[in-house]
């Protein structure tokens, strides 16, 4: 799924085109583990909380942008609602994402906890180790439907 910048810019579907236009995209895109990538996550390079996600559907692209809550400091256990991987300290975050259209106008967000780093694919395929996964007896390839199957509700809920 290798995709461009402006492809990438084009495919956000809850802020505006002004914003999807100031959005910071990393420009390594090229060097990116595509075959790996069951979506495209990034974290804002200025910092700060703001992240982005992007994936395929029926339609083409989907990218929706994120906020991601303060951590706590706490060094506490937690999973993550996609690729269910367990980290410890702030490796899974709350990210929420306002929601399109005129819900989104009025305020309303919705989320879900996600690896702070957005690299559920890369932990699903052993290729990142966050220390800890629990064994399951399914395969890869069920594990990835699951992902995609739980990203693809949220994206639904975005979606409104």
Known sequence: MPVT?????????????????RLG???????RP???LDFFGWRDPSGGERAYLVTESGSGLV?????????TGQLRRSMCSLCLTT?????????????AGPSGRQGNSVGLYICTDLACSLYLRG?????????ESITLEEKIERTMA?????LGQVAG
């Open 5 to 21: 910048e402006p492809a990438i810019r084009a495919s956000f579907v809850n802020c505006t085109k002004g914003e999807a236009k």
């Open 25 to 31: 995209v990393p420009k390594d895109l090229d060097a």
């Open 34 to 36: 595509w075959a790996d």
């Open 63 to 71: 990218g929706v942008a994120l906020r991601v809550a303060s951590q």
């Open 87 to 99: 980290h410890t300290g702030d490796g899974v975050s709350l990210m929420t994402a306002r929601k």
């Open 127 to 135: 290729k990142k180790d966050a220390g800890r996964r629990l064994h």
């Open 150 to 154: 739980s990203l693809d509700a949220f």
